[in-house]
């Protein structure tokens, strides 16, 4: 199933590159959550760090999750209202709203799980130039993983797409992006 990617020609296996069929250009969304269904334009106001990924990844995600959640953990009180985490599961299958309430909590209550039907998913993606696709690993016990990229994509307290941060960027600057964007939406 090829979702928001394309194999480049050249490569001898699809596993080792997730290439963009289209740059980013951000837009509003509607996702479920836990507590049913979400826009982002619900987080007008508010900067907004958007980040594709799934609870079964053993190592990507966990990690950028922890660095977003050490960028939250140094910003005031004030800023922190003020900023939204949004974890989007790449893997509506085995990825309910409740399993990512549940995941995303281990984290910080600021990251909100969301997800979709596999199309509405693959749709808010390629908004986002997010690359992934399944990967079947029949002597895995769980049947497949899946391959994703991991950037994670920074709006404006107005909604617009304003910063890609690349996997693992340290928390310190992942704060400066913050407050920069939260800074721009304080000026008339």
């Known amino acids: ?12 296996s699809a596993r080792d590159v997730l290439e963009l069929t289209e740059p980013p250009r951000g837009g509003d969304f509607t996702l479920m959550s836990a507590d049913g269904p979400m826009s982002l334009d619900d987080f007008r106001g508010k900067v907004v760090l958007i980040y594709f ?6 190592d990507i995600c966990p990690l950028n999750l922890s660095y977003l959640r050490m960028a939250l953990d140094s910003l ?17 299958e085995r990825d309910t709203p409740q399993r990512l309430r549940e995941y995303t909590e281990h984290f910080a209550p600021e990251i909100l ?8 998913v693959a ?3 390629a908004l986002y130039g ?17 391959d994703h990229s991991a950037y994670t994509y920074l709006l404006d307290t107005s909604g617009r797409l304003r910063q890609s941060l690349e996997h ?5 600057r992942i704060v400066s992006a913050i407050r920069l964007h939260l800074k721009e939406g304080e000026r008339p």
């Open 53 to 58: 990924g799934y609870t079964w990844c053993p």
């Open 76 to 92: 005031t009180p004030e800023e922190r209202e003020r900023v939204q985490v949004l974890f989007v599961s790449v893997d509506p």
């Open 1 to 12: 199933m090829l979702l928001g990617w394309e194999r480049a020609p050249d490569e001898p």
């Open 113 to 120: 799980g969301v997800t979709g039907t596999p199309q509405q």
């Open 168 to 172: 693992a960027t340290p928390p310190e």
């Open 123 to 125: 749709e808010t993606a």
């Open 130 to 146: 997010a690359a992934y696709r399944r990967v079947e690993t029949g002597d895995s016990a769980m049947g497949y993983s899946v």
